[in-house]
């Protein structure tokens, strides 16, 4: 493993942990509200870990957006807002969006390897994965 991936492989917010059980939770409620067939094929699981990206974003609009309303069906029960929106309606000074892409694409490429552990047992490579 070169430096860049080790940097990459560990994210920098202390939180990364409550990320991943965040991300757990929507990959299992995209799952189980959605028409993907078990065993997942390689785009299936790119789709998903993009859709976690995607809904982990939704969770610091407000609670009265479209997007969020839309989107609260695949959305943790309960969630810290703070990690993405600091309160001040600026959402670009959160934890979560203090990452980068690739760092939000780690998080949900963890979380999606520990949901095949637990749940799927299909064996997913991370090669298979964004």
């Known amino acids: 493993m070169n430096l860049v991936e080790k ?6 917010s202390k939180y990364k942990k409550e990320f991943i059980k965040y991300a757990y939770e929507i990959i299992d409620n995209i799952i189980s509200k959605t028409f993907f067939v078990i065993p997942l094929m390689p785009a299936d699981l790119k789709k998903i870990q993009s859709g976690v990206v995607t809904v982990m974003g939704f969770m610091a ?5 479209p997007n969020f309303s839309n989107n609260k069906k695949f959305m943790p029960k309960k969630f810290n807002k703070f990690l993405f929106d600091n309160g001040d ?4 000074d959160s934890e ?3 990452m980068t892409d690739a760092k939000h694409y780690t ?11 637990k749940v799927l047992k299909s064996g997913i490579k991370r090669s298979d994965l964004i």
């Open 7 to 12: 940097y990459l492989s560990e994210s920098a």
């Open 96 to 98: 979560w969006f203090d």
């Open 107 to 117: 998080i949900a490429r963890e979380a999606l390897l520990e949901y095949d552990k």
């Open 61 to 65: 609009l407000p609670e009265g957006n």
């Open 89 to 92: 309606q600026n959402t670009y």
